[in-house]
């Protein structure tokens, strides 16, 4: 398999604050790869930079072997080919459900409302929304807006999807419906990077786990690997406190 | 009050003076005639003010460092615009530039007034806007962004839409006032209400005409308030999560 994202050394601070320190990691095309790690630890930071919605401070990020973070490079279209999902959902509040996912599609890519309408109404189709097109994000639940989230970021039909801990600002039986959208993406050619806390469903989804701390990557390997026989100490640690506060089911 | 002053010793007086039926009725259709101008004046500033006050507002928040030396400028513009009283502005630019000389039309102190109410305003309405697109949190600018639009692309569909709904009501407050301030262009000559007010109490020696204007000013600014809230409730309803108890 190809690599679809080559990190070579990435580095980012805020001000004094290294958040991530030299992080080098191939990822292949299609794969499911999740990073785990303490509050803090940077992965937010990570998806972000790769996103290039921060900019890196040292070492570069490759899509399909260009580089994207090379001074001058218009971050505009890599974006479209690089989606990204957030925490706290970030619909657009003064636009429709449609509006919201056909923004994009007329104003990035030119397609007419028409076009754009109907990518709209067959992902929300898929994703069990379809009643939902002409509400406002206000008046659905927490796990139809993060739905909604997905769908407007896959309408751009990106290679590589960033999902960002996208069911922790979720109640617990709104989880469930937002985890099967990720399963359904799984296997459809789609890179996908995940941020969580969900350590049952990392282990389930994920070809590979990162585990990262303070901004490095402490550990990397199979779930399998990550979850029943981590070698590193610190990967050790997190685990057994995760399991103790009762997040690794499975 | 509405107890008291009937009890005052001079009231009989005053209420001669301010409150005469037969004053009112007889310089009620000059002022509104006066009025038209008023609404004139009004009705030509405001586009113009909102206009340019997003472009200053834009200019602002914009965080192109190539951009730099604009945002100085529009610092500095309303900086000066609002730190002189409004009065001072249409006396300066409503006498000063027709002085140096332009031909007809343009040398009339009735638009250079309007200009100078419209600069200043602009300024003020300036701010109010920015801080409307500061108020709107960063989430939505990545949210934006991360989908490819350019910046210029989320300030319009994203960042503009949700700030302008924000700040109606200051906005609102702002356009009341300036619908009042439209009467200081008088000052400068043209015979809008206020003026047509003063010429009727010269001409009736009764204070009357004055209780007129402020009628007709209320007529306008009353509904005008209203009208605000209305359109606020009714956008809060369409897209907001339903009340809380
Ligand atoms: N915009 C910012 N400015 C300054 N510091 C920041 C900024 N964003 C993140 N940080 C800091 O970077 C570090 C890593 O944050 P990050 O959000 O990447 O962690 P995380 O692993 O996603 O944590 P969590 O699990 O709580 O979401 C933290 O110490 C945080 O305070
Ligand atoms: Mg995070």
Redesign the pocket.
């Given at each position: 398999m190809s690599n679809k994202l080559i990190l070579n050394g990435v580095s980012k601070s805020?001000?004094t604050?290294q958040?991530l320190k030299d992080v080098s990691l191939s990822i292949s095309a299609g794969e499911v790869i999740s990073f785990i790690?303490a509050?803090?630890?940077?992965?937010?930071?990570?998806l972000r930079c790769i996103n290039l919605l921060e900019q890196i401070d040292n070492g570069s990020i490759h899509l399909d072997d260009v580089e994207i973070t090379k001074l001058g490079v218009d971050a505009n279209p890599i974006r479209r080919r690089i989606g990204i999902v957030f925490q706290s959902f970030n619909l657009f509040p003064h636009m429709s459900v449609r509006k919201n996912i056909t923004l994009a599609l007329t104003e990035v890519l030119g397609k007419t409302a028409d076009e754009a309408s109907s990518i709209a109404s067959t992902l929300l189709t898929r994703f069990g929304l379809s009643d939902k097109i002409d509400s406002y994000p206000d008046r659905l639940s927490g796990g139809q807006q993060q739905r909604v989230a997905i769908a407007r970021a896959l309408a751009l039909n990106p290679e590589v999807l960033l999902l960002d801990?996208i069911t922790s600002a979720l109640d617990p039986e709104l989880v469930g419906e937002v985890l099967d959208v990720v399963r359904e993406l799984k296997g459809s050619g789609i890179t996908l990077l995940l941020?969580t806390?969900e350590m049952g469903f990392a282990k389930e989804i994920s070809d590979r786990v990162c585990f990262?701390a303070d901004g490095t990557v402490a550990e990397l390997g199979s779930a399998e690997q990550i979850f029943t026989a981590p070698t590193d100490a610190r990967t050790q640690q997190f685990l057994q406190r995760v399991i103790s506060a009762g997040r690794l089911r499975g | 009050m509405v107890f008291l002053v009937p009890r005052m010793p001079r009231w009989d007086r005053v209420k001669k003076s301010f409150f005469d039926w037969d004053r009112l009725t007889d310089s009620f259709p000059h002022l509104l005639r006066a009025f038209v101008l008023d609404i004139k004046i009004f009705a030509w500033t405001t586009p113009a003010i909102l206009i340019v006050a997003i472009l200053i507002a834009i200019a602002r928040s914009t965080r192109n460092p190539a951009l730099f030396p604009v945002r100085i400028f529009v610092i500095a513009y309303t900086d000066i615009m609002r730190g002189v009283p409004v009065i001072l502005w249409i006396y300066l630019v409503g006498f000063g530039v027709p002085g140096i000389g332009m031909d007809r039309p343009w040398n009339s102190p009735l638009i250079w007034g309007s200009v100078a109410l419209g600069m200043t305003y602009s300024a003020y309405v300036a701010e109010v806007f920015r801080a409307g697109i500061e108020s709107v949190h960063e989430s939505q600018r990545a949210a934006a962004r991360s989908l490819g639009l350019s910046s210029s692309q989320t300030m319009r569909h994203v960042i503009l839409p949700q700030a302008i709904r924000r700040v109606v009501p200051p906005l609102m407050n702002d356009m009341v006032s300036l619908q009042k301030d439209v009467a200081l262009v008088s000052l400068i000559g043209p015979i809008e209400i206020l003026r047509q007010a003063g010429i009727d109490k010269a001409k009736f020696a009764n204070f009357t005409p004055f209780i007129g204007a402020a009628l007709i000013f209320l007529a306008i600014t009353i509904p005008l308030t209203r009208f605000t809230d209305y359109l606020l409730t009714r956008e809060r309803d369409r897209t907001g999560a339903s009340k809380v108890r």
């Open positions: 805020f001000g604050n958040v790690g509050s803090g630890s940077g992965k937010t930071t990570l801990e941020a806390h990262l | -």
